[in-house]
Protein backbone atom coordinates (compact mmCIF):
# COMPACT_ATOMS: atom_id res chain seq x y z
CA UNK A 1 0.00 0.00 0.00
CA UNK A 2 2.70 2.69 0.98
CA UNK A 3 4.56 1.59 -2.32
CA UNK A 4 1.55 2.30 -4.12
CA UNK A 5 0.91 5.45 -2.40
CA UNK A 6 4.17 6.69 -3.42
CA UNK A 7 4.24 5.46 -6.61
CA UNK A 8 1.25 7.69 -7.50
CA UNK A 9 3.06 10.90 -6.02
CA UNK A 10 4.12 13.23 -8.96
CA UNK A 11 7.32 14.85 -8.05
CA UNK A 12 8.05 17.66 -10.70
CA UNK A 13 7.56 20.96 -9.13
CA UNK A 14 8.56 20.25 -5.68
CA UNK A 15 12.04 20.93 -5.53
CA UNK A 16 15.13 21.13 -2.74
CA UNK A 17 17.45 23.82 -4.01
CA UNK A 18 20.92 24.44 -2.75
CA UNK A 19 22.04 27.88 -1.08
CA UNK A 20 25.22 28.87 -3.02
CA UNK A 21 25.18 32.59 -2.05
CA UNK A 22 22.71 35.01 0.12
CA UNK A 23 23.68 38.75 -0.27
CA UNK A 24 22.71 41.65 0.53
CA UNK A 25 21.92 44.58 -2.73
CA UNK A 26 21.07 47.31 -0.82
CA UNK A 27 19.04 48.71 2.26
CA UNK A 28 16.47 46.54 2.04
CA UNK A 29 16.88 43.91 -0.69
CA UNK A 30 19.25 41.10 -0.97
CA UNK A 31 20.07 38.02 -3.57
CA UNK A 32 19.67 34.61 -3.09
CA UNK A 33 22.12 32.21 -5.27
CA UNK A 34 20.26 28.85 -5.59
CA UNK A 35 21.56 25.30 -7.26
CA UNK A 36 18.87 23.21 -9.29
CA UNK A 37 19.88 22.08 -12.41
CA UNK A 38 15.59 21.42 -13.29
CA UNK A 39 14.51 24.82 -12.43
CA UNK A 40 18.05 26.24 -13.39
CA UNK A 41 17.61 24.91 -17.07
CA UNK A 42 13.75 25.21 -17.60
CA UNK A 43 12.60 28.60 -15.88
CA UNK A 44 11.46 31.53 -17.87
CA UNK A 45 11.90 34.98 -17.38
CA UNK A 46 8.78 36.19 -15.40
CA UNK A 47 8.07 32.93 -13.62
CA UNK A 48 7.66 32.15 -10.01
CA UNK A 49 8.99 30.08 -7.48
CA UNK A 50 6.98 29.75 -3.82
CA UNK A 51 9.73 29.23 -1.13
CA UNK A 52 8.68 27.41 2.20
CA UNK A 53 10.29 29.30 5.29
CA UNK A 54 11.21 26.05 7.13
CA UNK A 55 12.02 26.10 10.66
CA UNK A 56 8.65 28.50 11.07
CA UNK A 57 5.35 26.54 11.86
CA UNK A 58 3.92 29.20 12.58
CA UNK A 59 4.11 31.27 9.23
CA UNK A 60 1.60 28.70 6.87
CA UNK A 61 2.30 30.27 3.92
CA UNK A 62 4.85 30.17 1.03
CA UNK A 63 6.97 32.77 0.11
CA UNK A 64 6.48 33.76 -3.94
CA UNK A 65 9.49 35.11 -5.70
CA UNK A 66 9.92 35.76 -9.13
CA UNK A 67 13.18 34.19 -10.47
CA UNK A 68 15.52 37.19 -11.27
CA UNK A 69 18.13 35.18 -13.10
CA UNK A 70 18.94 31.66 -14.31
CA UNK A 71 22.64 30.16 -15.16
CA UNK A 72 21.47 26.89 -16.83
CA UNK A 73 24.96 26.09 -17.31
CA UNK A 74 26.27 26.37 -13.91
CA UNK A 75 22.83 25.45 -12.38
CA UNK A 76 21.53 28.50 -11.03
CA UNK A 77 19.03 30.42 -10.31
CA UNK A 78 18.94 34.03 -8.70
CA UNK A 79 15.74 35.69 -6.40
CA UNK A 80 15.73 38.95 -5.45
CA UNK A 81 14.22 39.45 -1.90
CA UNK A 82 12.75 42.79 -0.29
CA UNK A 83 12.53 42.04 3.30
CA UNK A 84 9.23 42.67 4.50
CA UNK A 85 8.17 40.81 7.09
CA UNK A 86 9.27 37.87 9.46
CA UNK A 87 9.04 35.28 6.29
CA UNK A 88 11.86 37.19 4.23
CA UNK A 89 13.69 38.52 7.37
CA UNK A 90 14.11 34.75 7.97
CA UNK A 91 15.29 34.27 4.85
CA UNK A 92 18.31 36.80 5.35
CA UNK A 93 19.48 33.85 7.67
CA UNK A 94 19.72 31.35 5.13
CA UNK A 95 23.65 30.77 4.54
CA UNK A 96 25.83 28.49 1.88
CA UNK A 97 25.05 24.62 1.74
CA UNK A 98 21.66 25.15 3.31
CA UNK A 99 18.58 23.78 1.42
CA UNK A 100 15.44 25.06 0.28
CA UNK A 101 11.83 23.71 0.10
CA UNK A 102 10.58 25.44 -3.66
CA UNK A 103 7.50 25.06 -5.54
CA UNK A 104 8.15 26.03 -9.48
CA UNK A 105 8.78 27.03 -11.67
CA UNK A 106 5.27 28.51 -11.32
CA UNK A 107 2.94 30.77 -13.62
CA UNK A 108 3.51 32.33 -17.00
CA UNK A 109 6.77 34.01 -17.64
CA UNK A 110 7.34 36.93 -20.63
CA UNK A 111 7.18 36.25 -24.24
CA UNK A 112 10.22 36.82 -26.41
CA UNK A 113 10.17 38.76 -29.69
CA UNK A 114 10.35 36.24 -32.58
CA UNK A 115 12.46 38.76 -34.61
CA UNK A 116 14.74 41.63 -33.24
CA UNK A 117 12.75 44.62 -31.86
CA UNK A 118 12.95 47.70 -29.59
CA UNK A 119 11.79 46.91 -26.76
CA UNK A 120 11.47 49.08 -23.04
CA UNK A 121 12.04 47.27 -20.11
CA UNK A 122 9.70 49.24 -16.74
CA UNK A 123 10.77 48.33 -13.40
CA UNK A 124 10.14 49.54 -10.23
CA UNK A 125 11.23 48.23 -6.78
CA UNK A 126 11.76 44.92 -6.43
CA UNK A 127 9.92 44.44 -9.21
CA UNK A 128 12.89 45.27 -11.39
CA UNK A 129 14.01 41.77 -10.41
CA UNK A 130 12.32 40.05 -13.13
CA UNK A 131 13.51 42.10 -16.14
CA UNK A 132 17.09 40.94 -15.09
CA UNK A 133 16.88 37.76 -16.93
CA UNK A 134 14.58 39.20 -19.47
CA UNK A 135 16.94 41.77 -20.62
CA UNK A 136 19.87 39.45 -20.51
CA UNK A 137 18.18 37.02 -23.17
CA UNK A 138 16.62 39.78 -25.02
CA UNK A 139 20.31 41.12 -25.66
CA UNK A 140 21.30 37.95 -26.40
CA UNK A 141 18.79 37.88 -29.29
CA UNK A 142 19.65 41.26 -30.69
CA UNK A 143 16.88 43.42 -29.43
CA UNK A 144 17.75 46.84 -28.75
CA UNK A 145 16.70 47.34 -25.14
CA UNK A 146 16.04 50.45 -23.21
CA UNK A 147 15.45 49.96 -19.45
CA UNK A 148 13.57 52.79 -17.03
CA UNK A 149 14.14 51.53 -13.49
CA UNK A 150 12.71 53.36 -10.78
CA UNK A 151 13.52 53.07 -6.58
CA UNK A 152 12.54 55.07 -3.31
CA UNK A 153 16.14 56.28 -2.80
CA UNK A 154 19.49 55.91 -3.45
CA UNK A 155 20.11 53.28 -0.76
CA UNK A 156 17.52 50.95 -2.60
CA UNK A 157 18.84 51.18 -5.78
CA UNK A 158 20.08 48.15 -7.01
CA UNK A 159 20.94 45.53 -10.33
CA UNK A 160 21.20 48.91 -12.66
CA UNK A 161 25.07 47.26 -13.34
CA UNK A 162 23.30 43.74 -14.57
CA UNK A 163 21.05 46.14 -17.52
CA UNK A 164 23.97 47.63 -18.40
CA UNK A 165 26.27 44.61 -18.57
CA UNK A 166 23.63 43.46 -21.51
CA UNK A 167 24.38 46.26 -22.90
CA UNK A 168 20.82 47.97 -22.41
CA UNK A 169 20.75 51.62 -22.19
CA UNK A 170 19.81 51.99 -18.23
CA UNK A 171 17.87 55.36 -17.22
CA UNK A 172 17.82 54.81 -13.23
CA UNK A 173 15.01 57.58 -10.92
CA UNK A 174 14.67 58.15 -7.48
CA UNK A 175 11.61 59.89 -5.56
CA UNK A 176 13.96 61.74 -3.81
CA UNK A 177 16.60 62.73 -6.07
CA UNK A 178 19.20 61.14 -4.05
CA UNK A 179 20.58 58.95 -7.22
CA UNK A 180 19.85 59.65 -11.11
CA UNK A 181 16.93 61.07 -12.03
CA UNK A 182 14.89 63.02 -9.97
CA UNK A 183 10.98 61.58 -9.70
CA UNK A 184 8.86 58.39 -10.68
CA UNK A 185 9.50 56.58 -13.48
CA UNK A 186 6.00 57.46 -14.64
CA UNK A 187 7.29 61.46 -14.48
CA UNK A 188 10.04 60.16 -16.82
CA UNK A 189 8.28 57.52 -19.18
CA UNK A 190 7.03 60.08 -21.57
CA UNK A 191 10.25 61.06 -22.65
CA UNK A 192 11.53 57.48 -22.97
CA UNK A 193 8.25 56.83 -25.36
CA UNK A 194 9.85 59.23 -27.71
CA UNK A 195 11.85 56.66 -28.84
CA UNK A 196 11.33 54.17 -31.68
CA UNK A 197 9.66 51.13 -29.45
CA UNK A 198 7.61 48.00 -30.53
CA UNK A 199 7.17 46.42 -26.94
CA UNK A 200 7.36 47.19 -23.15
CA UNK A 201 7.59 44.87 -20.63
CA UNK A 202 6.54 46.07 -17.18
CA UNK A 203 6.87 45.13 -13.63
CA UNK A 204 6.56 47.11 -10.33
CA UNK A 205 3.85 48.18 -7.94
CA UNK A 206 0.13 48.91 -8.54
CA UNK A 207 0.83 52.95 -7.88
CA UNK A 208 3.79 52.22 -10.82
CA UNK A 209 1.16 50.57 -12.93
CA UNK A 210 -1.69 52.74 -12.77
CA UNK A 211 0.57 55.51 -13.45
CA UNK A 212 2.58 54.23 -16.37
CA UNK A 213 0.22 52.41 -18.15
CA UNK A 214 -2.25 54.52 -19.91
CA UNK A 215 0.99 56.84 -20.88
CA UNK A 216 2.06 52.96 -22.88
CA UNK A 217 -1.32 52.99 -24.31
CA UNK A 218 -1.14 56.20 -25.42
CA UNK A 219 1.96 56.00 -27.07
CA UNK A 220 0.38 53.04 -29.45
CA UNK A 221 2.61 50.54 -27.77
CA UNK A 222 2.23 47.00 -26.95
CA UNK A 223 3.04 45.20 -24.18
CA UNK A 224 2.94 42.74 -21.00
CA UNK A 225 2.53 43.25 -17.55
CA UNK A 226 3.92 41.30 -14.78
CA UNK A 227 1.58 41.32 -11.44
CA UNK A 228 2.29 41.30 -7.58
CA UNK A 229 -0.61 40.41 -5.55
CA UNK A 230 -0.79 38.06 -1.97
CA UNK A 231 -0.71 34.79 -2.67
CA UNK A 232 -2.19 31.53 -1.00
CA UNK A 233 -1.00 28.84 -2.99
CA UNK A 234 1.06 29.60 -5.67
CA UNK A 235 -0.66 26.66 -7.94
CA UNK A 236 -4.10 27.77 -8.53
CA UNK A 237 -6.33 26.56 -5.79
CA UNK A 238 -6.91 29.29 -3.35
CA UNK A 239 -8.43 32.14 -6.24
CA UNK A 240 -6.60 34.43 -3.70
CA UNK A 241 -4.27 36.51 -6.30
CA UNK A 242 -7.11 37.54 -8.90
CA UNK A 243 -6.82 40.51 -11.76
CA UNK A 244 -9.06 41.95 -13.40
CA UNK A 245 -8.35 40.72 -17.32
CA UNK A 246 -10.79 41.15 -20.43
CA UNK A 247 -11.18 37.71 -22.38
CA UNK A 248 -13.58 37.98 -25.63
CA UNK A 249 -14.63 41.84 -24.06
CA UNK A 250 -15.89 40.38 -21.10
CA UNK A 251 -13.76 41.00 -17.89
CA UNK A 252 -12.80 37.68 -15.52
CA UNK A 253 -11.35 37.39 -12.69
CA UNK A 254 -7.57 35.54 -13.82
CA UNK A 255 -5.66 33.73 -10.76
CA UNK A 256 -2.20 35.66 -11.40
CA UNK A 257 -0.03 32.77 -9.93
CA UNK A 258 -1.84 30.44 -13.03
CA UNK A 259 -3.03 32.44 -15.76
CA UNK A 260 -0.16 35.20 -14.62
CA UNK A 261 1.75 36.82 -13.52
CA UNK A 262 2.50 37.73 -16.73
CA UNK A 263 -0.44 39.61 -18.86
CA UNK A 264 -1.08 41.16 -21.83
CA UNK A 265 -1.06 44.99 -21.57
CA UNK A 266 -3.70 45.38 -23.76
CA UNK A 267 -6.14 43.06 -20.99
CA UNK A 268 -5.16 44.11 -18.51
CA UNK A 269 -8.15 46.30 -16.49
CA UNK A 270 -6.66 47.54 -13.18
CA UNK A 271 -8.78 49.04 -10.41
CA UNK A 272 -9.56 53.17 -10.63
CA UNK A 273 -7.99 53.22 -13.45
CA UNK A 274 -8.62 56.46 -15.22
CA UNK B 1 -0.21 -5.95 10.08
CA UNK B 2 -0.99 -3.46 7.57
CA UNK B 3 -4.36 -1.94 9.46
CA UNK B 4 -7.62 -1.16 7.79
CA UNK B 5 -7.75 2.73 7.30
CA UNK B 6 -10.84 2.91 5.31
CA UNK B 7 -14.02 4.66 6.89
CA UNK B 8 -18.07 4.78 5.79
CA UNK B 9 -19.15 7.68 5.48
CA UNK B 10 -22.77 7.38 5.36
CA UNK B 11 -22.60 4.68 2.68
CA UNK B 12 -19.67 5.89 0.63
CA UNK B 13 -16.46 3.71 1.17
CA UNK B 14 -13.44 5.89 2.02
CA UNK B 15 -10.37 4.68 1.46
CA UNK B 16 -9.03 6.60 4.05
CA UNK B 17 -10.04 9.11 6.36
CA UNK B 18 -8.38 12.27 4.44
CA UNK B 19 -10.73 14.41 2.31
CA UNK B 20 -9.76 17.99 0.87
CA UNK B 21 -11.92 20.44 2.21
CA UNK B 22 -13.98 22.85 -0.12
CA UNK B 23 -12.27 25.79 -1.60
CA UNK B 24 -8.74 24.72 -0.96
CA UNK B 25 -8.61 22.43 -3.82
CA UNK B 26 -10.01 23.82 -6.86
CA UNK B 27 -11.92 21.46 -8.76
CA UNK B 28 -8.89 18.34 -9.24
CA UNK B 29 -6.68 19.50 -11.60
CA UNK B 30 -3.86 21.44 -9.83
CA UNK B 31 -3.50 19.10 -7.20
CA UNK B 32 -3.33 16.32 -9.91
CA UNK B 33 -0.20 17.86 -11.37
CA UNK B 34 0.85 16.59 -7.51
CA UNK B 35 -0.50 12.82 -7.16
CA UNK B 36 -3.14 10.37 -8.58
CA UNK B 37 -6.09 12.13 -6.55
CA UNK B 38 -7.09 8.37 -5.72
CA UNK B 39 -4.42 8.85 -2.57
CA UNK B 40 -7.36 10.95 -1.14
CA UNK B 41 -10.51 9.29 0.66
CA UNK B 42 -12.23 11.69 -1.05
CA UNK B 43 -12.25 15.11 -3.07
CA UNK B 44 -14.22 18.03 -1.96
CA UNK B 45 -14.91 20.41 -4.93
CA UNK B 46 -14.54 24.24 -4.09
CA UNK B 47 -18.65 25.73 -3.92
CA UNK B 48 -20.53 26.09 -6.84
CA UNK B 49 -22.99 28.50 -6.97
CA UNK B 50 -26.23 28.57 -9.42
CA UNK B 51 -25.12 31.13 -11.27
CA UNK B 52 -21.32 32.88 -12.16
CA UNK B 53 -19.87 34.86 -9.08
CA UNK B 54 -16.99 36.98 -9.29
CA UNK B 55 -16.21 37.06 -5.15
CA UNK B 56 -14.71 39.70 -3.10
CA UNK B 57 -12.40 42.35 -4.22
CA UNK B 58 -8.20 41.60 -3.08
CA UNK B 59 -6.11 41.23 -1.10
CA UNK B 60 -8.29 38.29 -0.38
CA UNK B 61 -6.09 36.97 2.29
CA UNK B 62 -4.11 37.90 4.99
CA UNK B 63 -1.60 35.82 7.16
CA UNK B 64 -1.75 35.80 10.78
CA UNK B 65 0.24 34.01 13.35
CA UNK B 66 -0.37 29.78 12.84
CA UNK B 67 -3.81 31.39 10.53
CA UNK B 68 -4.74 32.14 7.44
CA UNK B 69 -7.85 34.64 7.02
CA UNK B 70 -9.17 34.72 3.61
CA UNK B 71 -12.21 36.51 2.14
CA UNK B 72 -12.24 34.97 -1.61
CA UNK B 73 -15.95 35.05 -1.47
CA UNK B 74 -16.80 31.92 -3.57
CA UNK B 75 -15.63 33.11 -6.89
CA UNK B 76 -17.24 30.25 -8.85
CA UNK B 77 -17.96 29.82 -12.62
CA UNK B 78 -21.63 28.07 -11.67
CA UNK B 79 -23.08 24.79 -11.76
CA UNK B 80 -23.83 24.54 -15.10
CA UNK B 81 -19.64 25.51 -16.09
CA UNK B 82 -18.85 22.35 -13.56
CA UNK B 83 -20.83 20.03 -14.94
CA UNK B 84 -19.95 20.17 -18.58
CA UNK B 85 -15.90 21.21 -17.53
CA UNK B 86 -14.60 20.09 -14.52
CA UNK B 87 -16.80 17.13 -13.07
CA UNK B 88 -16.08 14.81 -16.57
CA UNK B 89 -12.04 15.16 -14.99
CA UNK B 90 -12.95 14.47 -11.91
CA UNK B 91 -15.22 11.10 -13.17
CA UNK B 92 -12.11 9.91 -14.22
CA UNK B 93 -10.04 9.77 -10.78
CA UNK B 94 -11.07 6.81 -9.29
CA UNK B 95 -11.89 8.98 -6.01
CA UNK B 96 -15.25 9.83 -4.07
CA UNK B 97 -16.39 13.50 -5.49
CA UNK B 98 -18.11 15.53 -2.50
CA UNK B 99 -19.55 18.18 -4.54
CA UNK B 100 -19.90 21.50 -2.24
CA UNK B 101 -22.48 24.06 -3.39
CA UNK B 102 -23.71 27.50 -2.02
CA UNK B 103 -26.35 29.76 -2.34
CA UNK B 104 -27.72 33.58 -2.70
CA UNK B 105 -30.70 32.38 -1.26
CA UNK B 106 -32.22 29.71 -0.03
CA UNK B 107 -34.09 28.83 -2.53
CA UNK B 108 -30.51 28.15 -4.56
CA UNK B 109 -29.69 25.52 -2.92
CA UNK B 110 -32.83 22.53 -4.18
CA UNK B 111 -32.40 24.23 -7.86
CA UNK B 112 -28.58 23.48 -7.36
CA UNK B 113 -28.91 19.96 -5.79
CA UNK B 114 -32.03 19.15 -8.60
CA UNK B 115 -29.26 19.87 -11.14
CA UNK B 116 -26.62 17.78 -9.67
CA UNK B 117 -28.94 14.91 -9.31
CA UNK B 118 -29.27 13.79 -12.63
CA UNK B 119 -24.90 13.60 -12.75
CA UNK B 120 -23.26 10.67 -12.33
CA UNK B 121 -20.10 10.66 -10.41
CA UNK B 122 -21.34 12.48 -7.59
CA UNK B 123 -20.26 10.73 -4.17
CA UNK B 124 -22.29 13.15 -2.50
CA UNK B 125 -23.57 17.17 -1.93
CA UNK B 126 -22.29 19.11 0.31
CA UNK B 127 -24.42 22.26 1.42
CA UNK B 128 -21.88 25.16 2.23
CA UNK B 129 -24.41 26.70 4.78
CA UNK B 130 -21.33 28.43 6.82
CA UNK B 131 -19.52 30.84 4.35
CA UNK B 132 -18.61 33.80 6.21
CA UNK B 133 -17.53 35.70 2.97
CA UNK B 134 -20.87 36.03 1.10
CA UNK B 135 -23.51 38.47 2.76
CA UNK B 136 -25.96 35.66 3.47
CA UNK B 137 -24.08 32.41 3.84
CA UNK B 138 -23.39 32.28 7.28
CA UNK B 139 -27.06 33.35 7.97
CA UNK B 140 -28.20 30.28 6.82
CA UNK B 141 -25.96 27.95 9.29
CA UNK B 142 -26.29 30.01 12.33
CA UNK B 143 -30.19 29.44 12.65
CA UNK B 144 -31.12 25.58 13.18
CA UNK B 145 -34.59 26.73 11.94
CA UNK B 146 -32.88 27.38 8.56
CA UNK B 147 -30.65 25.19 8.63
CA UNK B 148 -32.67 22.26 8.70
CA UNK B 149 -35.23 23.99 6.58
CA UNK B 150 -32.38 24.09 3.40
CA UNK B 151 -31.00 20.36 4.23
CA UNK B 152 -35.42 19.64 4.24
CA UNK B 153 -35.44 21.24 0.75
CA UNK B 154 -32.16 19.55 -0.86
CA UNK B 155 -33.62 16.27 0.27
CA UNK B 156 -36.25 16.59 -1.38
CA UNK B 157 -34.59 17.08 -4.78
CA UNK B 158 -31.95 14.91 -4.65
CA UNK B 159 -31.24 10.93 -3.76
CA UNK B 160 -27.25 11.96 -3.08
CA UNK B 161 -26.27 11.67 0.30
CA UNK B 162 -26.41 14.90 1.39
CA UNK B 163 -23.70 16.57 4.48
CA UNK B 164 -24.25 20.15 5.63
CA UNK B 165 -21.08 22.01 6.25
CA UNK B 166 -21.49 24.00 9.91
CA UNK B 167 -20.59 27.38 10.50
CA UNK B 168 -18.44 27.53 14.58
CA UNK B 169 -19.96 31.16 14.32
CA UNK B 170 -23.01 30.27 17.10
CA UNK B 171 -23.50 30.12 20.45
CA UNK B 172 -24.16 26.47 20.55
CA UNK B 173 -23.17 24.07 17.60
CA UNK B 174 -25.07 21.66 18.44
CA UNK B 175 -28.67 22.94 17.74
CA UNK B 176 -27.74 23.41 14.46
CA UNK B 177 -26.18 20.00 14.41
CA UNK B 178 -29.32 18.63 15.63
CA UNK B 179 -31.72 19.85 13.45
CA UNK B 180 -29.55 18.90 10.38
CA UNK B 181 -29.95 15.80 11.31
CA UNK B 182 -33.46 15.67 12.18
CA UNK B 183 -34.65 17.12 8.33
CA UNK B 184 -32.73 14.72 6.94
CA UNK B 185 -28.84 15.56 6.59
CA UNK B 186 -26.78 12.37 6.35
CA UNK B 187 -23.54 13.32 7.62
CA UNK B 188 -22.04 16.74 9.02
CA UNK B 189 -18.86 18.89 7.52
CA UNK B 190 -17.11 20.35 10.32
CA UNK B 191 -15.94 23.44 10.91
CA UNK B 192 -15.43 26.03 8.30
CA UNK B 193 -13.66 28.68 9.43
CA UNK B 194 -14.25 31.57 11.92
CA UNK B 195 -14.79 35.50 11.46
CA UNK B 196 -11.86 36.89 11.90
CA UNK B 197 -10.60 40.81 11.03
CA UNK B 198 -7.10 42.07 10.99
CA UNK B 199 -5.87 45.79 10.48
CA UNK B 200 -2.40 47.50 9.22
CA UNK B 201 -1.72 49.70 11.68
CA UNK B 202 0.50 51.60 9.04
CA UNK B 203 -2.12 52.66 7.06
CA UNK B 204 -4.97 51.79 9.38
CA UNK B 205 -6.45 50.05 6.66
CA UNK B 206 -8.11 46.47 7.39
CA UNK B 207 -5.66 43.74 5.32
CA UNK B 208 -8.63 42.32 3.65
CA UNK B 209 -10.37 43.69 0.70
CA UNK B 210 -13.30 43.03 2.09
CA UNK B 211 -12.40 43.85 5.71
CA UNK B 212 -13.66 41.07 7.20
CA UNK B 213 -13.32 36.87 6.43
CA UNK B 214 -12.62 33.62 8.01
CA UNK B 215 -9.83 32.33 9.65
CA UNK B 216 -8.70 28.45 9.13
CA UNK B 217 -5.39 27.25 9.70
CA UNK B 218 -3.48 25.12 13.27
CA UNK B 219 -4.98 28.68 15.44
CA UNK B 220 -8.19 27.47 15.13
CA UNK B 221 -7.93 23.32 15.90
CA UNK B 222 -8.76 23.53 19.35
CA UNK B 223 -12.16 25.09 18.63
CA UNK B 224 -12.71 22.97 16.08
CA UNK B 225 -11.97 19.27 17.98
CA UNK B 226 -13.72 20.99 20.85
CA UNK B 227 -17.12 21.29 18.18
CA UNK B 228 -16.60 18.18 16.78
CA UNK B 229 -16.75 16.20 20.62
CA UNK B 230 -19.78 18.29 21.43
CA UNK B 231 -21.73 17.44 18.29
CA UNK B 232 -20.25 13.60 18.17
CA UNK B 233 -22.07 13.47 21.53
CA UNK B 234 -25.56 14.97 20.50
CA UNK B 235 -25.62 13.48 16.67
CA UNK B 236 -25.41 9.87 15.26
CA UNK B 237 -24.68 10.62 11.32
CA UNK B 238 -21.08 10.71 11.09
CA UNK B 239 -18.97 13.74 10.47
CA UNK B 240 -16.11 14.85 8.47
CA UNK B 241 -13.98 16.98 10.97
CA UNK B 242 -11.43 19.51 9.92
CA UNK B 243 -9.57 22.62 11.03
CA UNK B 244 -6.21 23.82 11.04
CA UNK B 245 -5.06 20.06 10.31
CA UNK B 246 -1.15 20.01 9.79
CA UNK B 247 0.46 16.60 10.36
CA UNK B 248 -1.09 13.40 11.13
CA UNK B 249 -1.78 13.61 14.82
CA UNK B 250 -4.03 16.20 14.21
CA UNK B 251 -5.71 13.39 12.20
CA UNK B 252 -5.67 11.47 15.03
CA UNK B 253 -6.73 13.66 17.35
CA UNK B 254 -10.15 14.52 15.28
CA UNK B 255 -10.84 10.83 15.29
CA UNK B 256 -10.21 10.59 18.59
CA UNK B 257 -12.79 13.48 19.25
CA UNK B 258 -15.59 11.62 17.37
CA UNK B 259 -14.53 12.78 13.50
CA UNK B 260 -14.82 9.59 10.71
CA UNK B 261 -13.16 11.29 8.51
CA UNK B 262 -10.72 14.16 8.61
CA UNK B 263 -10.59 17.31 5.93
CA UNK B 264 -7.45 19.15 4.87
CA UNK B 265 -7.42 22.51 3.85
CA UNK B 266 -4.79 25.49 4.36
CA UNK B 267 -2.27 23.33 4.88
CA UNK B 268 -2.81 21.84 1.07
CA UNK B 269 -1.27 26.02 0.02
CA UNK B 270 2.13 25.49 1.96
CA UNK B 271 2.36 21.46 0.63
CA UNK B 272 0.04 19.49 -1.84
CA UNK B 273 2.00 16.32 -1.02
CA UNK B 274 1.24 16.42 2.83
CA UNK B 275 -1.65 13.91 2.14
CA UNK B 276 1.24 10.80 1.53
CA UNK B 277 2.76 12.03 5.23
CA UNK B 278 -0.81 12.01 7.11
CA UNK B 279 -1.90 8.81 5.45
CA UNK B 280 1.49 7.11 6.50
CA UNK B 281 1.47 8.73 9.68
CA UNK B 282 -2.03 7.12 11.19
CA UNK B 283 -1.05 4.22 9.67
CA UNK B 284 2.14 3.94 11.88
CA UNK B 285 0.24 5.17 14.39
CA UNK B 286 -2.00 2.16 14.09
CA UNK B 287 0.71 -0.29 13.47
CA UNK B 288 2.45 0.74 17.13
CA UNK B 289 -0.55 0.30 18.84
CA UNK B 290 -1.54 -3.01 17.57
CA UNK B 291 -5.24 -1.16 16.42
CA UNK B 292 -6.41 -2.79 13.04
CA UNK B 293 -9.21 -0.49 12.07
CA UNK B 294 -8.77 3.32 12.07
CA UNK B 295 -12.49 3.33 12.91
CA UNK B 296 -12.10 1.40 16.17
CA UNK B 297 -10.16 4.18 17.71
CA UNK B 298 -13.43 7.07 16.76
CA UNK B 299 -14.79 9.21 19.70
CA UNK B 300 -12.34 7.21 21.91
CA UNK B 301 -11.07 10.39 23.95
CA UNK B 302 -9.87 8.99 27.27
CA UNK B 303 -11.77 11.11 29.46
CA UNK B 304 -11.28 11.25 33.40
CA UNK B 305 -13.86 9.55 35.66
CA UNK B 306 -17.30 10.56 36.31
CA UNK B 307 -17.26 12.32 33.26
CA UNK B 308 -20.62 11.65 30.82
CA UNK B 309 -19.32 9.64 27.85
CA UNK B 310 -21.70 8.78 24.69
Known sequence: MEDLDERKKRTSLHITATVVKNTRLCSEHYCLTLR??????????????????????????????????????????????????????????????????????????????????????LGGGVGVAPLWGLAAQLSKKKNKVIALLGFRSSDRVFGEDIFRRHHVETIVTTDDGSYGLKGFVSDHVEEVLKHPLDHAYVCGPDSMLKAVLPK???????????????????????????????????????????EGPVFDLEHLVLSNEP | MNPDLSVDLCGIKLANPIVTASGTCGYGRELAQFYDLSVLGAFTVKSLTLEKRAGNPTPRIAECVS???????????????????????LRQQNVPVIVSIAGNTADDFPRIAEILD???????????????????GCGFGTDPEMAGRIVRMVKAKTKIPVIAKLSPNVTDIRMIARSVEKNGADAITMINTLMGMAIDIDTGRPKLGNVIGGLSGPAIKPVAIKMVWDVYQTV??????????????????????????VGVGTVLFRDPWVVFDLVGGIRQYLTERGIGRLEEIKGRVVLPEKRHQR
Request: charged share 25%.
Open chain 2, 67 to 89: GLLNSIGIQSQGVKHFIEYELPF
Open chain 2, 236 to 261: RIPIIGMGGVMTWKDVIEFILAGATA
Open chain 1, 36 to 121: NDLLASTTKPGQFVNLRIDGRDDLLLRRPFSVAMTRPLKSLLEIVYRVVGQGTRSMTELSRGEKVDLMGPLGTGFHLPEKPMNCLL
Open chain 2, 118 to 136: HEEGISAIEINISCPNIET
Open chain 1, 216 to 258: IRRAGIKGEVSLEERMGCGYGVCLSCVANILEDGVVEKKRICT
